[in-house]
């Protein structure tokens, strides 16, 4: 699992990787194909989600318009409770990264430019957060994947 945005990339290792790999191992045949699917309908639309909640939330006004790089002003609510952030499946894995919208998130999260003197690391706080849920869940689906192909535990 990775997040980035062209100057911030940062990638999340399992710890629990050995138990993971052992489950693997006894099913290698169908193990992608268990991770991938547990990783597409369960853990990347739940983690952009748990992510936002330890976003900092801006004063700004929600409903104050705002200049996109096109020039277009728009209104754009906080990133912290707005469908902000974009998930992007890859095998065995998947990258998340802010929406247009929100790329001004990176500015704070490494603390660039006069108003962010010091980096929050939000987004990867937020995913480390969410990696012993995302390992409990895949160690799950491929326990059942490994009961229902060679049966008993």
Known sequence: MSADWRESSWVVEFVEIDRLQEKMLKIPHLSEVVINEKLQNKVEP?????????FPMSKRNPQMPITLESGKKTVVGH???S???KVTHENLG???????????L???DLGIGDANPLPLEFLRQG????????????ESALEVAINKELGGN
């Open 46 to 54: 739940e983690t952009p989600k748990e992510m936002r909640e330890i």
């Open 83 to 85: 469908e902000s952030l």
């Open 106 to 108: 990176v500015f704070p």
């Open 94 to 104: 998947f990258t998340v990264r802010p929406k247009t919208n929100w790329r001004y």
């Open 79 to 81: 990133a912290k409770s």
């Open 127 to 138: 995913m480390e957060r969410r990696v012993p849920v995302i390992a409990q869940d895949l």
